[in-house]
């Protein structure tokens, strides 16, 4: 049985771990979390905020995930779009989803992100 999500891995380059950080900690406001000893040298970076984890892996002959993304649930949807459009990332808003307001963006490495909220009213 399934019992939830521990989290989501997406792929970063090798050497970026200074991006992810100003990025996911920066912009996103997400707080890294310490990478276990046996698996820091792997390079890469983890972080966490709410409910959500995300850990970012280094790969050779790495390729941004343009299509298979995490679903980031936020409040207040529009500051945080105009948050990440002030940073310079994309803000593709989406309104396909039924009882949310949701858009897409992506990292600096060019990894598609989708931010969601519940609609109200």
């Known amino acids: 049985m399934i ?3 521990d989290h989501v ?3 970063m380059p090798p050497g970026a771990e200074e991006t992810a950080r100003a990025f996911y900690g ?3 406001g997400m707080a890294e979390r310490p990478k276990p000893p046996g ?3 792997r390079g890469g970076c983890w972080f ?3 409910g959500c984890v995300l850990h970012l892996g280094v790969e050779a002959g790495f390729r941004p995930a343009r299509k298979a993304h995490p679903g980031i649930l ?3 949807i529009d500051a945080f779009a105009a948050r990440l459009e002030a940073a ?3 803000v593709t808003w989406d309104d396909h989803l039924p009882g949310h307001r949701r858009f897409h963006s992506a990292d600096p490495f060019g990894n598609r992100l989708e931010f969601l909220a519940p609609a109200t009213g």
Do not use: F, I
Request: negative net charge; glycine residues 24%; aromatic residues 0%.
């Open 88 to 90: 310079g990332a994309p």
């Open 48 to 50: 966490a905020a709410g």
């Open 74 to 76: 936020v409040t207040g």
């Open 39 to 41: 698996l820091a040298d």
């Open 3 to 5: 019992t939830g999500l």
């Open 9 to 11: 891995q997406l792929a």
């Open 26 to 28: 920066g912009v996103l």
